[in-house]
Each structure stands twice: as structure tokens, then as C-alpha cells.
């Protein structure tokens, strides 16, 4: 495969999975933004999700529907929801030869869909939790199709590496958002709810009841974020399938470049399940958290080094 359509199939997953995880986190903290008594701060997301300075997110932080406004559908804002649809088609459009119809109207439909009129003005003007599940909705099928059509090669394996180097970032970038919200002290008043935000924008408080009878502890939380290998949006469930989609690389790759690849991977895998953290303890969390973030933009760069061309 040439390194031109390994990267597009690479970025278009990646694409896919931005979309998805903002989407989950959009919809739990404006659903916990309707439920608080307090004015509700979006200031962490705006600082995730967005490029605005300190005076110009002060000035919409409380505002749910200007955030949701400038997050998805904000042309001006390079993080938002409906540039990464347009690049994740993008992407799609330039490798055609490389996935199936039924993935591209798939994808197609997903980038018409948000630059419908009637699902902007839902965001802008009605209940926006009506256009947040159907783009959910739109993302499952997605996923579905490209699982049911597409054949387990070469472009399958890049597809699958983005998706789950995408979706570990994610869980880390969304954890350090929530943690942050309590200082990072998850023995605070208000850390349990948060946890639980936190457990919902990862599509695992159904996961985490049945794991735990029913009993929130910050602790055994944060354990299944970071190291439940059957929870499919944990640190260690993505990194280790990384590594399992890599590997079936391995006959396409030249020795060099694989060996590179590998060793990040390895490292950022052993980093992960070797850590001392103290579960209680949120500074070890933090560090934790920081040093998955390196690994794994390592491993991202390690790609555009090695198998995409970029010195």
C-alpha cells in the first residue's frame, strides 16, 4: 500500500473516532449542565476542544449553546465536530479504491447530516440532545458498516490503528477534563458525580455498575479507565489492540520501520501495565496520564516518520 493511502485511511479513522468522542462528551456535560443547580463551566472542553484565549472563552464558559455552537459547528475553530466529518470524508474520498461503497455513503451521509439546516438549527435553537443521538446514531451505523463490509487487509489494519491510537487519546484527554474539574482531588465532595459524568462520556457507567454492584468508588473507577482489558474505551483495551492491529502489519512492513513502530508500542504498552500509580492518589493519576499522552503521540509520530513519509 502506498504511504499516501496508508496515512488517509490512518487519519480517516482517526477522524471518525474524534467525531465519536466528542459527540459523548458534548452530550454528558450539557445533560449535566441541565441537571446542576449551579451555572455550569465549560471552560476545560473550550480549552480541549477549541483555540479560543482566556478572555474569549470567559465570555461563553456558562453559555451551553454558544459552546455547543462553537464545538460543532464552528468552521473557524480547527478542533470542531463538523471539520473533523469533513476531513474523515476527505480522507475517505482520496483512498475510495481502498474501502467499501457502503463505508463511503456511510461516511457520506454522516457529513450531510451535519450540515443539515434542520440538525444546525437543533443545536443553535431547539433541544440540542435530539441532534447529539442522531449523530450518535449516524456514527454507530457507521462503525457497523465498515465492520460487516470491509476486508480484514492491509487497509483494515491502518483503519483499526488510528481508530484505537484516536480513542486511547481520548480517553485520556477526557479523563484529565473531569479530574481537572475537582483539582484532581478524588476525594472531594463533588468528586463522585464527576466520576460518573466522566463514566458516561466513555460509554462505561452501564459497564462499571455491573463490574461494581451498584458502589462508586474514584478508585475502582479510575481502574477501569485506565487497565480493564474487557472495557472497550480503556487505556489498556486501546493500546493493546494498537499493538494487535500493528503486528498484522508486519509482512507489508519494510524490517526497519516496523521495528521502530513496535518498540513504541511496546513501551507505551509496558509504561501502562508496569505503572505504580496509586489509584487515590490523583497527582500519580495525573503523572500517569501525562506519560500515556507522550507514549502515544510518540507512537502517532513514529508512523508519520516511518510509514508515511515525514522526516
Request: charged residues 25%.
Amino acid at each position: 500500500m502506498l504511504s499516501r493511502v496508508a496515512e488517509s485511511v490512518f487519519w480517516l479513522a482517526r477522524y471518525m473516532e474524534r467525531t465519536n468522542g466528542l459527540l459523548r462528551v458534548l452530550r454528558t456535560n450539557y445533560i449535566a449542565s441541565q441537571d446542576e443547580m449551579r451555572e455550569y463551566n465549560w471552560r476545560t472542553v473550550l480549552q480541549t476542544y477549541g483555540y479560543l484565549d482566556a478572555a474569549e472563552i470567559e465570555l461563553i464558559q456558562y453559555d451551553s449553546r454558544a459552546v455547543l455552537n462553537y464545538v460543532m459547528l464552528d468552521r473557524d475553530n480547527d478542533a470542531s465536530l463538523i471539520n473533523n466529518i469533513t476531513r474523515a470524508r476527505e480522507n475517505a474520498k482520496a483512498v475510495q479504491d481502498h474501502i467499501t461503497k457502503e463505508m463511503w455513503h456511510a461516511l457520506n451521509g454522516y457529513y450531510l447530516l451535519i450540515r443539515e439546516a434542520g440538525i444546525q438549527r437543533t443545536i443553535k435553537y431547539g433541544d440540542p440532545i435530539t441532534a447529539l443521538d442522531a449523530l450518535l446514531k449516524h456514527g454507530l451505523f457507521l462503525y457497523g458498516t465498515i465492520n460487516v463490509t470491509m476486508s480484514r487487509g492491509e487497509a483494515y489494519n491502518f483503519l483499526n490503528v488510528g481508530l484505537y491510537v484516536e480513542r486511547a487519546v481520548i480517553t485520556t484527554d477526557v479523563t484529565d477534563i473531569k479530574l481537572k474539574e475537582i483539582d484532581y482531588d478524588t476525594a472531594h465532595e463533588t468528586a463522585t458525580p464527576s466520576l460518573r459524568y466522566l463514566l458516561y462520556s466513555l460509554s462505561g457507567y452501564e459497564a462499571y455498575l455491573k463490574s461494581s454492584r451498584g458502589i462508586v468508588e474514584p478508585d475502582t473507577i479510575i481502574k477501569q479507565i485506565l487497565y480493564d482489558e474487557d472495557f472497550v474505551h480503556s487505556i489498556l483495551y486501546c493500546t493493546s489492540h494498537i499493538s494487535r492491529y500493528f503486528k498484522r502489519l508486519h509482512a507489508q512492513s519494510i524490517p526497519e520501520s516496523y521495528e521502530q513502530v513496535d518498540f513504541l508500542i511496546g513501551k507505551g504498552l509496558n509504561n501502562l501495565k508496569y505503572s505504580s500509580c496509586d489509584l487515590k492518589d490523583g497527582q500519580s493519576i495525573r503523572s500517569l496520564l501525562a506519560q500515556t499522552r507522550t507514549d502515544l503521540h510518540n507512537i502517532a509520530r513514529a508512523f508519520n516518520k516511518h510509514y508515511f513519509g515525514y522526516n
